[in-house]
């Protein structure tokens, strides 16, 4: 592990000296292979990302698919259960609001219909 001699970069600063041993080199592709490589690189991330996150809420094991369709249908009971409350209030509002209308109109009918 020898140390070069100390040179000056052209500004005539001196060079602290680096160890023999280390050695840079550059690798040169051709741009086709790079994307590729790239690519490979990504998916492979991109399957590394997923997987632990499946690991992570529990979702990896042999039964995940059935989960995963489990927790499908449980949302979609979930909405469907949203919608028909939210129909439900809008016609319980409605049926009330006729129920006000006739109550007011046979009260009044009764008060302008003559004596009895």
Do not use: C, W, Y
């Not at 050695?23 to 590394?48: C, I, K, S």
């Amino acid at each position: 592990m020898g140390i070069q001699p100390s040179e000056n970069d052209p500004s005539g600063a001196p060079v602290p000296p680096r160890p023999s041993t280390e050695r840079r080199t550059m690798v040169t592709l051709p741009h086709e292979e790079f994307e590729e490589l790239l690519e490979r690189a990504a998916e492979r991330g991109a399957e590394r990302g997923a997987k632990a996150a499946l690991h992570q809420v529990g979702l990896d094991g042999e039964d995940a698919a059935h989960d995963i369709r489990e927790l499908r249908s449980l949302l979609d009971a979930f909405n469907e259960a949203k919608k028909t409350a939210g129909l439900t209030v809008i016609r319980m509002v409605i049926t009330g609001l006729v129920m006000a209308l006739l109550t007011g109109t046979l009260i009044k009918l009764k008060l302008f219909g003559g004596a009895q």
